[in-house]
């Protein structure tokens, strides 16, 4: 694809549109009722999802943060407390619908890059003590999306673990962009997956899919999260042609993420030749980059000179500005993106 007068739409992964191959895969794919569970080819993908993930049973919901609701449904009752770093999805971008909705009490905290040390969840579990709510989950996001793509290592995943087995907390993943962090890391989904309750995973983001995220765990807790599903509404009827692209998505989809990884550090490398002393550009770890400005003010004008040469991002923040790689820009997006930015203006 040429990339001169091309949009360049850095504001999500979750902007990518659904390929020929993929629509064709839509078109040809056998359906059936699936609140009925009669819909064979979303039980082909529950099944493919939680064999990559090396669990029980999966079950496919619309979207990320229908999934993360029913993660916390299953290990948190009315009142109970869930333990999370404030930057996560969770607590930050899903209109606190785990209090709304479920009654749930957030316990957040603060850490320097997403994530959260055991010593600091060790500090936050609550004595039991009738005056407060009882500390019943940690939920972990791999990759940390607001701190700009941060992988959760294998080992600080194991030490969460351990800290959550010895105090009896339930550990729900975040994994919307789970795949992106084994890439990066080398490490196979499964052995994130083996070290927590239950695990959620988008197929609209880096996957490229137009709709749909799974649900993984055992056989008994799916069997519950299928009712909370349907409770929250998002019992689906002939939602084969959605599966089908999720199924198109794991066979072909996944490897190609080291090519967005290598995108992401390319930008980096472009933005920080280009842009002057007010920017901070944080180097990426997987598909997501942030750049840090010196004031709001900045942010704005930035933002709106790149969106007239046809550079879209989005900001995070009054200072923060993310640029997010993924399978529907053209070859060779980060260098046309220096060459549109060109060298640093002089300013007095």
Not at 45 to 53: D, G, H, K, P
């Amino acid at each position: 694809m040429p990339t001169e007068n091309t949009i360049l739409d850095f504001r999500s992964d979750t902007v990518t549109q659904p390929g020929a191959a993929m629509r064709q895969v839509m078109a040809q794919a056998e359906v059936g009722d699936d609140v009925m569970e009669e819909d064979p080819t979303v039980r082909r993908l529950e099944e493919r999802a939680a064999e990559i993930c090396g669990r029980q049973a999966a079950l496919f919901v619309p979207s990320g943060t229908m999934a993360n609701l029913i993660g916390l449904g299953l290990h948190c009752g009315r009142g109970d407390e869930a333990i999370m770093e404030r930057r996560t999805h969770s607590f930050a971008h899903e209109v606190g619908g785990g209090a709304a909705l479920l009654g749930i009490v957030f316990s957040v905290l603060d850490s320097q890059d997403g994530i959260l040390t055991p010593a600091q969840v060790r500090a936050a579990i609550r004595a039991h003590d009738i005056h407060e709510p009882i500390s019943k989950l940690l939920v972990v996001e791999n990759t940390v999306n607001l701190a700009g793509g941060r992988v959760v290592s294998l080992a600080q995943m194991q030490a969460l673990h351990e800290l959550a087995k010895e105090r009896n907390l339930r550990l729900h993943m975040d994994g919307a962009r789970i795949f992106n962090a084994a890439v990066a890391s080398g490490v196979p989904v499964a052995r994130y997956a083996q070290l927590v309750d239950t695990l959620s995973f988008c197929l609209s983001k880096g996957l490229g899919c137009p709709v749909g995220s799974l649900v993984v765990g055992d056989q008994k807790a799916m069997k519950r999260a299928r009712g909370l599903r349907k409770m929250l509404g998002g019992g689906m009827r002939q939602a084969g042609v959605l599966a089908a692209c999720g199924l198109y998505a794991l066979e072909h989809h996944i490897e190609r993420l080291a090519d967005d990884h290598q995108c992401a550090k390319e930008l980096a490398q472009q933005l920080q030749a280009a842009l002057d002393h007010r920017f901070q550009v944080q180097e990426p770890e997987s598909n997501i980059l942030l750049v840090h400005t010196d004031k709001q003010a900045t942010t704005e004008t930035t933002l709106a000179e790149w969106k007239q040469k046809g550079i879209l991002a989005l900001p995070l923040s009054d200072t923060t500005i993310r640029l997010v790689t993924h399978l529907d820009l053209p070859t060779g997006a980060a260098a046309e993106t220096g060459r549109r930015l060109g060298k640093p203006a002089k300013r007095d």
